[in-house]
């Protein structure tokens, strides 16, 4: 086969998904604990122990019900979670045998649904109030379940042209395939929400109109794009946003131009394994990884990283770019780097990397950018309270502005790891519960 | 090694492994398979006036993932003609002449027709003969098997005409469809039975089809009630076996058969009282094959409790086998719970707060790491917790001393009597 027809191949979802008689044998070995620690470590709380004991009596239909009743994005959760240090990791087989496979189970259930499509919820008696999500990625989607389950009228604005967020177009289709993403988005839909998608919140339509016209405003925008990387030579030709990238994967035609190309990665966390496993699977010759820190700061799950290694991607610690170099036609043509040691460790217990002073060229074709996202700034010009580009919330996710609640990435603080959609779909449903909360005690009040 | 030979009723063989009468033991080429793979006995498929077989006959119950937890039939006596059987018995036992052959025989209750069979069956050398009592579906509406099998004068009559003519020793196969299995086991010691063996399948439905509402099996649309067996009927059997082995008047050997799938499921037959075991769903489930590690097993564990002979269990355990009356009250064991080895699964806890006593309580030590502990004073010592725990050795159920002498229901009412 050409090396080109081949490639849609390598987009296509790597884990097989389990045969019923794995999946029957698998549920059968969950202990069908009691207050069991796999659901205290899943965020959304899905009571796991009872969506598989259904999977055992082959009653799917209530076993996905039990899933996506306790986290709205169950079906890509299934597929993206970082199992191990969640429930997996949590469940009390690991002290005797090995893990229950909780993620795959939940795909096997979640599938079982989205090729039944039956319906899986109806919508709540309608109490007049209307809701206004901005972002229609998981933390969105999220709050607009379980406010549309609760009664409210809820209208989701989505800047790109297809909900679902990162699912839909960041996380890399041979985890995430986008039809599962978008089964979510319908199965929001099909409770009457009403999905605006190619507007964009502050350009297409103000905050301040969605204030006026709504009860309530859910602030869901996640994070923005790759922040540029601050070193001379940026803007030549070759260099790539990691998640412009997966996007690019993504839509129906595959990017030709990394074929047989070298390319170097910046960064170390999901979004870089995700932007060089791609551009591997894009067809380019040879992929390193640059971090400035080492293989234990790295942000990345083990599982990625391994599947990275898998995937030939080679990584490369200790490295900081300091000057992208081009040819005459403006193209890239090799990295300048420095090398960089690790400082003793700060109060935070994290260890600075500072140059060595030693430099040294690397040639490549490509340059990825993935040094994590930046922060949407246009909030600050409306008032919304944010520190270091985040949205300040108090307990019960409402911003500085009343009225206007956040959840999801756009609230995910500076903390150890990387943000989650498992996270995110948990923070949508607080938020929503948040609002209903507030507007019971609002309505109590007028109607004293 | 460890001396396997056994010995029914002056029957004997290699080892105490025998095929039960039944599906396995249908031909000569299947008895010589089963010799040749290790077994020790067959008693053969039971013979008798030919029948006809429905078509759809077996059916079984699979439990929580694990396939045949227990078996169910609608099969008759052998559908063979009489005279195949025998060419291929005495073909068989000429092969194997220190194999246990014994034929399996069911006919009305008529004396000249036991008379002939049992002629005709020892003519050709078998080492034994076991008159089937208990077949529960078919010949029963013949007034054969089982409805035989139920009324002890009718056990007593005909096993009395079979000793009229037997050279070789007759055991007698009891049905467990009947209340209380020594009075018929009784009627064959009274009849003259050289040994009884039990037992015989149960009366069963093995299920309904949820989706055409037809039951499980069924022959064209209907139904009817079968024999059950296998794994599942294991301490049924082991019940009726130890009834029988502690009764006074039955004092001959029993042949021990029902749901044994293991050389632990033989070692428990052996110690409650037989003298040697009979299988069929275990062989009908995997093949021949499983005796190689009935036997290996068997061998070992002799050797390991330092027995020089499988002769050495039988009955070991029957004097511990007694009436309720006789329990010692007075004794008391409470659950204990090994932290080490707990994994937390919390179902001792669940169980015991929902339908036991209400003691197992959950606490989080000063690391914040949860632990459950077991309110001693309130536990009574029902087992239930180290049942459904699945860890091996998490909770051991230990004795708590009480001061208290041994004392049992029924010397408590002797002594309210003589009070
Ligand atoms: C490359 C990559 C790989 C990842 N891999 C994983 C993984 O394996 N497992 C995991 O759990 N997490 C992973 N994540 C993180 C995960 O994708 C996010 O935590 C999650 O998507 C956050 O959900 P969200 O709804 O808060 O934000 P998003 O998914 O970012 O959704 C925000 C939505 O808001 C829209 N929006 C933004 N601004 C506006 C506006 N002004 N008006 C209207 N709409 C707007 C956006 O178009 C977008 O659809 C990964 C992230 C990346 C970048
Ligand atoms: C399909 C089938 C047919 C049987 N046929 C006979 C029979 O012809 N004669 C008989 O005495 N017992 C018959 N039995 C009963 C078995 O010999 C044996 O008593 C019973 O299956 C219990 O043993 P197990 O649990 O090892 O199967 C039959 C059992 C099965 C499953
Ligand atoms: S902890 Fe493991 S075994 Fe227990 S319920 Fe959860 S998945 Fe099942
Ligand atoms: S033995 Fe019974 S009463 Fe005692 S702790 Fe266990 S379950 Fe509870
Ligand atoms: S059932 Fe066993 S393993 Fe589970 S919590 Fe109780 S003692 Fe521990």
Request: hydrophobic share 40%; charged share 20%.
């Amino acid at each position: 086969m050409e090396r080109s027809e081949s490639i849609p191949l390598n987009f296509q979802e790597v884990e097989p998904p389990l045969s019923t008689q794995e999946a029957t044998d698998e549920a059968t070995r969950c202990l069908y604990c009691y207050d069991a620690p796999c659901i205290t470590a899943c965020p959304t709380g899905i009571d796991i122990p009872s969506f598989i004991q259904k999977i055992t009596t082959n009653n799917l239909t209530g076993s996905a019900r039990t899933i996506m009743e306790a986290n709205p994005i169950g079906a890509s959760c299934a597929r993206v979670c970082p199992t191990e240090e969640l429930c997996e990791g949590a469940c009390v087989l690991n002290q005797t045998s090995k893990p229950i496979m909780i993620g795959k189970l939940q795909r096997y259930a979640t599938d079982w649904a989205i090729q039944n499509e039956k319906p899986l919820f109806t919508a709540g008696k309608r109490n007049g109030q209307k809701v206004a999500v901005v972002g229609g990625g998981p933390a969105g989607l999220s709050a607009a379940r379980e406010l549309a389950l609760l009664g409210y009228a809820v209208t989701v604005y989505e800047a790109e042209t297809e909900a679902g967020g990162l699912d839909t177009y960041g996380i890399v289709s041979f985890r995430l395939p986008k039809r599962i993403s978008l089964w979510e988005v319908e199965q929001v839909k099909s409770l009457g929400v009403s999905i605006q998608t190619n507007t964009r919140i502050g350009v297409d339509l103000s905050l301040a109109e969605l204030q006026q016209s709504f009860d309530a405003v859910v602030l869901a925008v996640g994070m923005a794009n790759v922040p540029p990387l601050g070193i001379p030579g940026e803007e030549l030709h070759g260099v790539y946003d990691a998640i412009d990238l997966v996007k690019a994967t993504k839509s129906t035609t595959l990017p030709q131009q990394f074929q047989g190309k070298r390319g170097v990665v910046i960064g170390a966390g999901n979004t870089a394994i995700d932007g060089a496993t791609c551009a591997v699977r894009l067809g380019a010759e040879n992929v390193k990884v640059l971090y400035r820190r080492t293989e234990a700061e790295m942000t990345a799950y083990q599982f990625e990283y391994e599947f990275a290694k898998q995937d030939s991607v080679e990584f490369r610690w200790l490295v900081s770019p300091i000057a992208v170099l081009g040819d005459e036609k403006g193209r890239v043509t090799a990295l300048k780097c420095a090398e960089m040691a690790l400082a003793e460790a700060d109060e935070s217990g994290r260890r600075t990397p500072i140059p060595t002073g030693a430099t040294f060229v690397i040639k490549t074709d490509f340059i990825i950018k993935a040094i994590g996202q930046a922060r949407h700034r246009w909030l600050d010009d409306v008032g919304i309270a944010t520190h270091n580009g985040v949205i300040s919330i108090d307990h019960h996710y409402e911003t500085s502005v009343k009225g206007v609640f956040a959840c999801g990435d756009a609230i995910f603080g500076q903390g150890q790891g990387e943000a989650m959609v498992v996270a995110a779909a948990e923070q949508g449903k607080q938020a929503a519960y948040a609002i209903d909360k507030k507007r019971r005690s609002q309505r109590a009040e007028t109607s004293a | 090694m460890a001396d396997l030979i056994s010995n029914l009723a002056g029957i004997t063989s290699p080892n105490p492994f025998w095929l039960a009468s039944a599906p396995p033991t249908n031909s000569g080429y299947q008895v010589q398979r089963a010799f040749e793979a290790g077994w020790g006995g067959a008693v053969w498929k039971t013979l008798g006036e030919p029948i006809m077989n429905s078509t759809s006959r077996f059916a079984a119950l699979h439990f929580n993932g694990k396939r045949v937890a227990g078996f169910n039939n609608i099969e008759l006596i052998s559908d063979r003609p009489l005279d195949v059987n025998l060419r291929e018995i005495a073909d068989t036992k000429k092969r194997f002449p220190n194999h246990a052959i014994v034929a399996s025989l069911m006919v009305e209750p008529k004396q000249e027709k036991w008379h002939e069979i049992v002629k005709r069956v020892e003519a050709v050398g078998v080492d034994g003969l076991e008159l089937n009592f208990g077949c529960p579906h078919g010949m029963a509406e013949r007034g054969m098997g089982s409805a035989s099998g139920q009324v002890p004068a009718l056990v007593e009559q005909q096993t009395a005409w079979v000793k009229e003519v037997a050279t070789t020793p007759v055991i007698v196969k009891l049905t467990p469809n009947i209340t209380d299995i020594t009075a018929t086991a009784e009627a064959a010691a009274q009849g003259g039975a050289d040994a009884i063996s039990l037992i015989n399948t149960i009366n069963s439905l093995a299920g309904v089809d949820i989706d055409t509402w037809q039951t499980i099996p069924n022959v064209d649309g209907l139904g009817t009630h079968g024999g059950y067996c296998g794994p599942a009927v294991k301490p049924i059997a082991l019940h009726m076996l130890g009834d029988c082995a502690r009764h006074p008047n039955v004092d001959i050997p029993i042949s021990g058969i029902g749901g044994i799938a293991t050389w632990q499921d033989a070692v428990q037959f052996l110690l409650m009282g037989a003298s040697n075991v009979q299988v069929c769903t275990a062989a009908m489930h995997h093949g021949f094959r499983i005796v190689e590690d009935l036997l290996d097993g068997l061998s070992a564990y002799l050797e390991e409790k330092g027995l020089a002979s499988v002769q050495d269990l039988v009955g070991q355990s029957v004097h511990r086998y007694s009436e309720w009356g006789n329990l010692n009250l007075n004794h008391q064991v409470v659950a204990r719970i090994n932290q080490d080895v707990c994994i937390n699964c919390n179902k001792c806890h669940i169980s015991c707060e929902d339908t036991a006593h209400q003691c197992i309580g959950r606490y989080t030590d000063e690391n914040g790491a949860p632990y459950l502990k077991v309110d001693e004073d309130e536990c009574v010592g029902c087992n239930l917790c180290s049942i459904v725990c699945p860890v091996e050795g998490a909770i051991a159920m230990v004795p708590k001393p009480n001061g208290l002498p041994p004392m049992s229901w029924n010397e408590r009412q002797a002594a309210i009597a003589n009070d």
